[in-house]
């Protein structure tokens, strides 16, 4: 069982930056790969980005060049770094991890509130 609890979120200007935390819980965090993922009121969640255990990423086009997910696997930890905010961010954002995939059991965050509001 892995445990992910996610920080950083907030209330911030459109333009302005956030970074979000994710920290995992057990020893095989850099095994895994992570996954960032948000949901806007009455919206279906989506991919925001992921990063390999090789530190590949991918991102989703409505956020590329703005946003950069990376890892510290001494820290068991993904971030996401969100520049260029712009209100249509807003959504609660999601940790997300599967260690055995494609059938094994995914795991989730609780969350943590972002709001891009002047």
């Known amino acids: 069982q892995v445990q992910l609890v996610e920080s950083g979120g907030g209330l911030v200007q459109p333009g302005g930056s956030l970074r979000l935390s994710c920290a995992a819980s057990?020893?095989?965090?850099?095994?895994?790969?992570m996954h960032w993922y948000r949901q806007a009121p009455g919206k279906q969640r989506e991919l925001v980005a992921f990063i390999t255990n090789g530190g590949s990423t991918n991102y989703a086009d409505s956020v590329k060049g703005r946003f950069t997910i990376s890892r510290d696997n001494a820290k068991n930890t993904v971030y996401l770094q969100m520049n260029s905010l712009k209100p249509e961010d807003t959504a609660v954002y999601y940790c997300?991890?599967?260690?055995?995939?494609?059938?094994?059991?995914?795991?989730w965050g609780q969350g943590t509130q972002v709001t891009v509001s002047s």
């Open positions: 997300y991890t599967n260690p055995n995939p494609p059938s094994g059991t995914g795991y």
């Open positions: 057990g020893s095989m965090f850099s095994r895994y790969a």
